[in-house]
């Protein structure tokens, strides 16, 4: 896929902001400091539209990009963390709970691991919520990088059985470093968009 614009449309904080239309979205989740922002950035090529390293608690929004003028990434603020108030928590949930379940746009999630661990208590949820709600999923395995080629199968065997992973789910490793992954990951979400 050859992404020739990109732009952030709206962030939004309620359903009210999401953008009118049909056009197909792939939301995108995962712990903060996974890689979430590295690796749109990586897809779309562009250095920085997705912000880097944001302070977990702080992105309480759902951010629409809109590419090559027909189709969105949606970017879901990171699950896990501390620093929001329970409320702000239960806020948070409900609205992406309901864009996730309720939105007939969405098309699949890409829900981010990191390869060099086993998935959290909290990528398994989030995992099993998605697929109790029957929601394709792509798994992408981040900072393969960091992983020496040889131990990549071990890695990923240790991903897809924590996760439990369906059959008819995919797992990508990628590497917003390298680009390793990257024509597979379009590869994937291309077979999504056209459905
Ligand atoms: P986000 O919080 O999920 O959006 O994570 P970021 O994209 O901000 O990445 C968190 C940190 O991990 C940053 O320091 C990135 O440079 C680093 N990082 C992200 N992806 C990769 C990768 O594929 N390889 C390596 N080596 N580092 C990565």
């Known amino acids: 896929m050859k992404v020739n614009t990109a732009e952030i449309v709206?962030?939004?904080?309620?359903?009210?902001?999401?953008?009118?239309?049909?056009?197909?979205?792939?939301?995108?989740?995962?712990?903060?400091?996974?890689?979430k922002s590295s690796f749109i950035n990586k897809m779309i090529h562009r250095k920085n539209l997705a912000r880097t390293s944001s302070k977990p608690g702080k992105t309480q929004t759902l951010n629409f990009y809109i590419l090559n003028e027909s189709f969105y990434f949606v970017d879901v603020p990171g699950y896990g963390f501390a620093k929001v108030s329970k409320?702000?928590?239960?806020?948070?949930?409900?609205?992406?709970?309901?864009?996730l379940v309720e939105r007939d746009q969405l098309k699949a999630v890409v829900q981010l691991?990191?390869?060099?661990?086993?998935?959290?208590?909290?990528?398994?949820?989030?995992?099993?919520?998605?697929?109790?709600?029957?929601?394709?999923?792509?798994?992408v395995a981040t900072k393969s990088d960091k992983i020496p080629k040889g131990k990549w199968d071990k890695h990923k065997k240790v991903v897809k059985e924590t996760l439990n992973m369906d059959k008819s789910d995919?797992?990508?490793?990628?590497?917003?470093?390298?680009?390793?992954?990257?024509?597979?990951?379009?590869?994937?979400?291309?077979?999504?968009?056209?459905?």
């Open 10 to 35: 709206i962030s939004a904080v309620g359903p009210k902001q999401y953008p009118e239309g049909n056009l197909p979205e792939i939301a995108l989740a995962g712990r903060s400091n996974v890689g």
């Open 170 to 195: 995919k797992i990508v490793l990628f590497s917003s470093e390298t680009g390793h992954g990257k024509d597979e990951a379009w590869g994937i979400l291309n077979s999504y968009l056209s459905k």
């Open 113 to 139: 691991v990191d390869l060099r661990h086993a998935p959290s208590k909290e990528d398994v949820l989030m995992y099993d919520w998605l697929k109790y709600h029957e929601l394709p999923v792509i798994v």
């Open 87 to 99: 409320t702000e928590r239960e806020a948070w949930g409900k609205m992406i709970e309901q864009y």
